[in-house]
């Protein structure tokens, strides 16, 4: 059956250092994989997207990485700070691209 | 701000009540949808409208019934539901293969 699995519900790492979220997926060929960050009792908000063919991806703090051989993608938060607490969900572009699909998310916490 | 809006924020209906949910982007996109997010669930793909056709429909139950009348609006029909339909209602807007801009949802509570 198709499954998309994040590494953990929650994780609790100190500031400053770099937070590392997993996202496996099983039965799925995803056209691209895409990062959202959900904060309570609002809609995610779209972080960064890489596509099949692409190795890895940066933005400010932020790294992605996706290996469709493993089929995983990895996200990094470098330099963490206590704002970038939040459920961090990764999302598959399935049917040619034209749905997402969503896994169930980590709930990080940075402490001070 | 999205870019993508949703009313009303907060909704609690009774069983026999019929209300609608609103969704309204001015991005320009041409796909719109609908999840829901229970609690301690991932979000569910209810539906899919692309150009204004529907493509998808996850076995959604037909006491939910979608409509988008042009491609900056789309709604939620709601007609006799059940206390386990209480969830975060979100919809979403993308251009095909890009990111989702999702409205803020609307948080529905059944009695």
């Known amino acids: 059956s198709q499954k998309i699995e994040q590494n953990s519900e929650a994780l609790n790492i100190q500031e400053g250092k770099t937070a590392t979220l997993t996202c496996n997926y099983t039965n799925y060929s995803p056209a691209y994989l895409q990062w959202y960050r959900q904060d309570p009792g609002r809609g995610p908000v779209f972080l960064l997207l890489i596509r099949e063919n692409e190795k890895e991806k940066r933005k400010e703090r932020l790294k992605v990485t996706f290996d469709t051989t493993l089929k995983q993608s990895l996200f990094h938060i470098t330099a963490s700070q206590p704002a970038d607490s939040a459920t961090y969900l990764c999302?598959?572009?399935?049917?040619?691209?034209?749905?997402?699909?969503f896994g169930p998310g980590t709930r990080l916490s940075v402490l001070p | 701000e999205t870019g993508v809006t949703q009313t009303p924020r907060h909704l609690v209906m009774g069983m026999t009540n019929k209300k609608s949910l609103k969704c309204e982007q001015h991005l320009g996109h041409n796909a719109m949808y609908w999840y829901k997010q229970s609690a301690k669930k991932p979000l569910e793909l209810m539906f899919v409208y692309s150009l204004e056709e529907r493509v998808e429909n996850n076995s959604v139950p037909s006491r939910f019934s979608p409509e988008c009348p042009n491609s900056s609006h789309l709604f939620l029909h709601l007609h006799t539901l059940q206390p386990e339909d209480s969830a975060l209602y979100l919809c979403a807007s993308s251009h095909r293969n890009t990111e989702a801009f999702f409205g803020q949802g609307t948080r529905l509570t059944v009695v």
């Open positions: 999302a598959l572009g399935v049917n040619y691209g034209q749905n997402f699909v």
